[in-house]
């Protein structure tokens, strides 16, 4: 390694992390980076993230020192023909002790909106020309790409959806067997598809030849997808949401993102409810009595008025925040009273099917950028190898009934792209996949680098929990019994432990350019991370 180092990344396999600073060392920003990273994770993470799925991503100009969030997260369909469930079928999804069900099929697919995201990033950061930016992404479908540990967890249990297709079953189910590590998988379609993005932009999939394959398959009776839903989607570029802690300032991004405004409130929360030098104990046991908290303010409505104005400065309001510390202060004390201690079982492998990239570069610029495909909805885009989300079909979206719309409404999302930027100047670049345990995971590592005064790779690495409708998730890697005591709340939560660090708490990949101008990068080994200092 050189003496002077252009920028660091972390991501979800190593040819994405392996992009991003092929365009670094190329002298390319991080703006250049994050595209070429983007493009890459849909080759060698096709279950998780690609063209045919929704991003967010949080951008910050080195100039400037501003932030801004890029939302292109996918919206419901049937503009032209109306939202029905069509081909929409019930799929048992299981996660060792327990399952799950998702809706897969045609009429499971929202409108996919990465290749206008990754367009739009490029057209307003860009500094390197688009073809550049693709050929990592090109090479790696045309050569091929090797599967992770990672890859092999996904593929296995989502094997009961990638049937659903022909050209899906043969892709991720070669020879009947799902993907495992190891395999080489060669994408000759795919790559070609991509050398169309790269000449065209977003047009092949929004109006081109791309478009209209996509249109006669997942359009009826299929399908709700129509020619509407695909030219009038348009990325929102907008400031992020601004939350101070403790001398730094983290970014996040605002609704319908519902991850940034439910970790900003957990991040305030806590600095209200627990000293900067307390114990590893203490700190724990304030960090679940947090989880436990923003639940309650959830079920208290903030679900339901997260798109009416004023409701994330009402949530963190300082009347609402002391209005929490007095039920977080009494279960706390509650707590450190001690009870008897309730064993469960640990909920499974449900990795929460979406992958992150962070990127800084020696400027100052920093992306943070997550995407997902939902489970897939069980079909790829007619001659494209590119796998099509099944957002319409995710209870957690759409917790009230499936296919109520409106037609061209953003759907809301956990994910939660961020940039921590600290008092010293210094910038970190993270995020993570695992639906509700995003804000969770993300929660803990920011403390642990903020407060605990961490570097990256130590927060990211100390054990982690997930509260959670009455149980505490646990990775259990020697803290003892105080501790266990501490985040069960004194017994009244069940306590499920997993005996070594695992996929179920997200994979934060996270990247930063310190206040002192060295660089740090980690990809969390919970989700086969990978990560690059040039």
Not at 26 to 52: I, K, S, Y
Request: charged residues 20%; hydrophobic residues 40%; negative net charge.
């Amino acid at each position: 390694m050189s003496d002077r180092q252009n920028g660091a990344a972390a991501a979800g396999h190593t040819e994405t992390a392996a992009a991003a600073a092929e365009i670094l060392a190329a002298g390319g920003t991080a703006m250049d980076a994050a595209v070429a990273a983007a493009l890459t994770a849909g080759v060698c993470e096709p279950l998780l993230m690609g063209l045919g799925g929704g991003m967010i991503a949080t951008i910050r100009e080195g100039a400037t020192g501003k932030v801004y969030v890029l939302d292109a997260f996918s919206p419901f369909p049937g503009l032209d023909h109306g939202l029905s469930a069509r081909e929409f079928e019930a799929i048992r999804v299981e996660y060792g002790p327990t399952f799950q069900i998702f809706h897969a099929g045609r009429g499971s697919a929202a409108v996919p909106t990465v290749a206008g995201g990754l367009e739009a990033l490029h057209a307003r950061w860009g500094t390197m020309p688009l073809e550049r930016l693709a050929a990592p992404a090109i090479r790696t479908a045309r050569e091929g790409w090797t599967a992770t540990a990672g890859t092999e967890v996904v593929a296995k249990m989502l094997q009961a959806i990638t049937r659903v297709g022909l050209e899906s079953d043969a892709l991720f189910n070669p020879d009947g067997i799902h993907l495992r590590e190891g395999d080489r998988v060669v994408m000759p379609m795919m790559a070609d598809a991509l050398e169309d993005f790269a000449r065209e932009g977003s047009a092949p999939f929004t109006t081109g030849k791309h478009a209209q394959a996509l249109l006669a398959e997942y359009g009826p009776p299929r399908g709700s997808l129509g020619p509407s839903d695909l030219t009038a989607f348009k990325p929102i570029i907008d400031r992020a949401l601004a939350v101070p802690y403790r001398g730094a300032t983290l970014y996040v991004p605002p609704p319908p993102c519902m991850g940034g405004a439910l970790l900003a409130f957990g991040l305030e929360l806590l600095d209200l409810v627990a000293d900067a030098d307390t114990s590893p104990t203490e700190i724990a046991r304030c960090l679940a009595a947090v989880m436990a908290e923003t639940e309650r303010a959830r079920a208290e409505g903030f679900d339901e008025r997260m798109f009416e104005d004023g409701a994330v400065q009402h949530l963190l309001s300082d009347a609402n925040l002391q209005r929490h510390v007095v039920h977080c202060r009494e279960a706390i004390e509650r707590s450190r009273a001690g009870g008897l201690l309730s064993d469960g079982v640990p909920v499974g492998s449900i990795p929460g099917n979406t992958t992150h990239q962070s990127i800084v570069d020696g400027s100052g610029n920093a992306v943070a950028l997550t995407s997902s495909n939902g489970e897939t909805c069980g079909s790829l885009w007619p001659g494209t190898q590119i796998p099509m989300n099944n957002f319409l079909g995710e209870d957690d979206i759409h917790p009230l009934g499936f296919h109520l719309g409106p037609a061209g409404s953003r759907f809301r999302t956990m994910m939660t792209p961020s940039l921590l930027v600290e008092e010293d100047g210094g910038v970190l670049a993270m995020g993570t996949g695992g639906s509700n345990r995003i804000r969770t995971a993300m929660l803990q590592v920011v403390r642990h680098v903020v407060s605990g005064h961490e570097g990256v790779g130590a927060a990211i690495m100390e054990p982690r929990i997930h509260v959670e409708g009455g149980t505490v998730q646990v990775e259990d890697l020697g803290q003892g019994e105080a501790w266990m005591q501490a985040v069960s709340g004194g017994g009244e939560r069940e306590l499920s432990t997993f005996p070594e660090r695992h996929l179920y708490f997200g994979g934060v990949h996270t990247a930063a350019r310190r206040g002192d101008g060295h660089f740090e990068a980690f990809g969390d080994p919970r989700r086969s991370g990978a990560a690059v200092v040039i």
